[in-house]
């Protein structure tokens, strides 16, 4: 499977993004997705995830209550809405796939990976 992440871009603190990520493929409804990010200097970690059937999400700590993940297997897409964005949430943001039933949370758990598409937040 390919992926294609979109959505990124600079805004200022409070505001909100969506993050889409577009899948290639006729399985896509098999595998469950998940969203990371990186910043400059820091490993890769893991932001949202959920099931193949978008039934079941999981998210980091830090990001709980504020972003959501959603996934539209019609559309073969995956989705990320930011809220209430923070300066430390500037970093790449990629998503990535695994075939499968179950969230996944570690990196090393995904085969497939999109581009990152790069959030800053301004203070």
């Known amino acids: 499977v390919q992926l294609q992440a979109s959505g990124g871009g600079l805004v200022q603190a409070g505001g909100s993004l969506r993050l889409s990520c577009a899948a290639s493929?006729?399985?896509?409804?098999?595998?469950?997705m998940g969203w990371f990010r990186q910043a400059p200097g820091k490993e890769r970690e893991f932001v949202a995830g959920?099931?193949?059937?978008?039934?079941?999400?999981y998210y980091a700590d830090s990001v709980k209550g504020r972003f959501t993940i959603s996934k539209d297997n019609a559309k073969n897409t995956v989705y990320l809405q930011m809220n209430s964005l923070k300066p430390e949430d500037t970093a790449h943001y990629y998503c990535?796939?695994?075939?499968?039933?179950?969230?996944?949370?570690?990196?090393?758990?995904?085969?497939?990976w999109g581009q990152g598409t790069l959030v800053t937040v301004s203070s």
């Open positions: 990535a796939a695994t075939f499968g039933t179950k969230v996944r949370v570690a990196v090393g758990e995904y085969d497939y």
């Open positions: 493929g006729r399985t896509f409804r098999s595998y469950t």
């Open positions: 959920t099931s193949f059937s978008g039934g079941s999400t």
